[in-house]
C-alpha cells in the first residue's frame, strides 16, 4: 500500500518531443505528489508537486496530470531538450494529514530520460 | 538558498569497517533522511531523524544506524560494512510540520564502494 509505481525504466526521445512519465499509488491516504529531478553526479531536485485537489499544473514547460479516481499520476516535458535529460523521480507522502515525525517521501524508481539533440 | 553538505563524496572501505558518512543541513530543518540509491531499485529509506535523538527505521534499516546529537547534523553509521552496502548514499533535509510542503532538499552524495 506504500508503493508508488513508475513507467517506464527507460524512455528516449528527440528533441521537441513530449515525454510522458507514469505513476500509480495505493495508499488513498497520500495528498502530496511532487516529482523530482536528478542529473548526473548531483542530488535529486524538486520540479514540479501537486494536490489531489487539482487535476493539472504547470510550470514553464513541465505539467503534472493527476487522476484521482485512478490513483494514478503522470508527468508530461512539453519540447524536450537536450539539458531535461536526467533521472526523474515521482513521489507520494501523507503530508496534510501527517500527526508530526511522519513526512516521509514514498519514491518510485526512477525514469531515466534522454533527449537526443 | 539551502544547502545540504555532505562529508565525501567518494570514499572506499574495506569489509568490516566502521564507517561514518555525515551530513549537515544549514535551514534548521526539522527532518532529515538518509537514503541509499541503487540502479533499478530507486531512493530506498534507511533512516528518518524528525528531531534531535529522535529516529525512525526507514525500509532498510538492517546494518544501519544513524545518530542525530545536534539539530543540524545527521550522521549514518555502517557499523561493520559489508560489499552490500556498496552504494551511492543520499542525506536530505525538510522543514517539517512547520513547513508549507514536503520539499526534501538533497546533498550530492556519498558514493561508497566497500572492498
Known amino acids: 500500500q506504500q508503493q508508488v509505481k513508475q513507467s517506464p525504466q527507460s524512455l528516449i526521445v528527440q528533441k521537441g518531443g513530449i515525454p510522458i512519465i507514469n505513476c500509480a499509488y495505493e495508499n488513498t491516504a497520500f495528498d502530496y505528489f511532487p516529482w523530482y529531478q536528478q542529473f548526473p553526479g548531483k542530488g535529486p531536485a524538486l520540479l514540479i508537486a501537486i494536490r489531489p485537489d487539482v487535476s493539472e499544473k504547470k510550470e514553464g514547460r513541465f505539467t503534472i496530470s493527476f487522476n484521482k479516481s485512478a490513483k494514478q499520476f503522470s508527468l508530461h516535458i512539453m519540447d524536450s531538450q537536450p539539458g531535461d535529460s536526467a533521472t526523474y523521480f515521482c513521489?507520494?507522502?501523507?503530508?496534510?494529514?501527517?500527526?508530526?515525525?511522519?513526512?516521509?517521501?514514498?519514491f518510485g524508481k526512477g525514469t531515466k530520460l534522454t533527449v537526443n539533440p | 538558498d539551502v544547502k545540504v553538505t555532505q562529508s565525501s563524496r567518494y570514499l572506499v572501505k574495506r569489509t568490516g569497517e566502521k564507517v561514518f558518512l555525515e551530513c549537515v543541513q544549514d535551514m534548521d530543518h526539522e527532518n532529515m533522511f538518509w537514503y541509499r540509491q541503487d540502479p533499478g531499485l530507486g531512493l530506498r529509506l534507511i533512516y528518518f531523524s524528525y528531531d534531535v535523538k529522535m529516529k525512525e527505521k526507514g525500509d532498510i534499516p538492517e546494518g544501519y544506524s544513524v545518530s542525530r546529537e545536534k539539530k543540524e547534523r545527521f550522521s549514518l553509521i555502517l557499523e561493520s560494512a559489508s560489499t552490500n552496502q556498496t552504494s551511492m548514499y543520499l542525506c536530505?533535509?525538510?522543514?517539517?510540520?512547520?513547513?508549507?510542503?514536503?520539499?526534501?532538499?538533497f546533498g550530492p552524495g556519498t558514493r561508497l564502494t566497500v572492498l
Open positions: 536530505a533535509s525538510s522543514f517539517g510540520m512547520h513547513g508549507s510542503n514536503d520539499e526534501q532538499f
Open positions: 513521489a507520494a507522502s501523507m503530508w496534510g494529514s501527517s500527526q508530526g515525525g511522519s513526512e516521509k517521501l514514498v
